[in-house]
């Protein structure tokens, strides 16, 4: 919500730029605080373990931005929980998005998510499209008060899903929008063909 202050109040551009970087500087400094937190709580990475084909490992990803090549789409999924993608912190327009393209159609049966800090809430919702163009809601998380660092979703209908898109609608204060890693579930969609 800071982002919109400088501009209502007719503060000029270089006004603005600084005072998002100072509200960054905060909120990293804010986040950074709960990672260490849970650190010190002995967060691990064991609960991570792959139990399932990750359908969306290193397959290839886009986003609405990125804060720079060291926080890029790929790296929420390159199997590793430790990188991120990052968006760039000026939702100009709209709400930040993450998105990976499986290759083929797929039956999808869900799909888990790790966010970066543990402790925060972040709102979202997953949508899945067989073409890239016509989305369809997998699962609504805009109204979620959950704290959970990783997210395990079940979809009810996902049949025919090439493309996965999460949506980033909500944040706690002090937080930006980030993803450290996303597994899709599910089994290649049959035409009934070979049967
Ligand atoms: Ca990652």
Known sequence: MDIIIGPLFGLPSAAVHVGRQSARR???????????????????GSAWAADQDNLALHK??????????????????????????????????????????????????????RWPFRGQTYQYKVEGSADGKTWSV?????NTTSKA???DLKFQK????????????????GC???ISEVKVFGTEHSTGATK
């Open 26 to 44: 905060v909120r990293q400094a804010a986040c950074a605080v709960v990672l260490s937190l849970a650190l010190l709580a002995g967060a691990s």
């Open 60 to 113: 290839p990803a886009s986003s609405s931005s990125i804060e720079n090549d060291e926080h890029s789409a790929a790296q929420a999924n390159d199997g590793d929980p430790a990188t991120s993608w990052r968006a760039d912190d000026e939702p100009e327009g709209g709400p930040e998005w993450w998105q990976v393209d499986l290759g083929k159609a797929f039956d999808l049966s869900g799909c888990r998510i």
């Open 138 to 142: 997998l699962s609504d998380q805009t």
């Open 149 to 151: 660092q990783v997210h």
């Open 158 to 173: 996902a049949e025919q899903i090439r493309y996965v898109k999460i949506t980033v609608t909500g944040l706690d204060e």
């Open 176 to 178: 930006w929008v980030s």
